[in-house]
């Protein structure tokens, strides 16, 4: 567990270093998770310019953030979340920047967006986030999104989205992205359960942490459907185009377009 000596619990809380481990850890599942932050701040650029006005959905410690600003200086964000102890890394990250804003929400709780501070957004991104969501609240929560986006504003979703229609390929795709896990693994990568393990032992998260497993339990309670689903609940929801831009063998990113 090589991040443990990142942490001295008598020092000031380090949160970069935090952050950085959430990174690493988050990037232990997914080789190629700058690959999709990349093509989703692209599409950004693409369709909405430099300076965008951000909802980051699901934030968790800011990720999706703190690559918005390296990318768009200029640019502002919102991050929305409901787990106290990511929450409490966002916050600490980001202490003192003018252009962020952090809200506690449930995206399950229909008045969720009472509590975000502005009415209009040109661009909502979440990534890795949703599947903890069952299909028919995800559904639920894309009709909700495109009241907050401008004419001409983008939704992105970089999530796990296997193809149900190719078993073998799916069989075959998982064997070979967990044996490189093992070997990542071996040579000291921190996994999902043993960076939360690090920071249930943090005076400072212990209780957030604490809180955000009783929150959300273990595990997620959600499902993850295929990027044709995304595509067409979208759509659906008022959405006037969405399709896949980036897929990997596992995952997709769907952009819908107000």
Known sequence: MADTARFDTAAPTDWQAWQDSWDRQQEWYMPDREERFRVMLDMVEALVGTAPRVLDLACGTGS?????????????????DLDPALLTIARGHFAG?????????????????????HGSYDAILTATALHWLPSEDLAVLYGQLAPLLRTGGVFMNADHMPDPATPRINAAERAHRHGGMDRAKAAGALDWREWWELAAADPVLAEPTKARFEIYGEHADGDTPPESWHAATLRDAGFSEARTVWRSPSDGLVLALK
Do not use: H, M
């Open 64 to 80: 999706i953030t703190d690559r918005v600003f390296k990318r768009f200086p200029e640019s502002t964000s919102t991050g929305v």
């Open 97 to 117: 920047d003018p252009r962020v804003t952090f809200v506690t929400a449930d995206l399950k709780d229909p008045d969720w967006r009472a509590a975000l501070p």
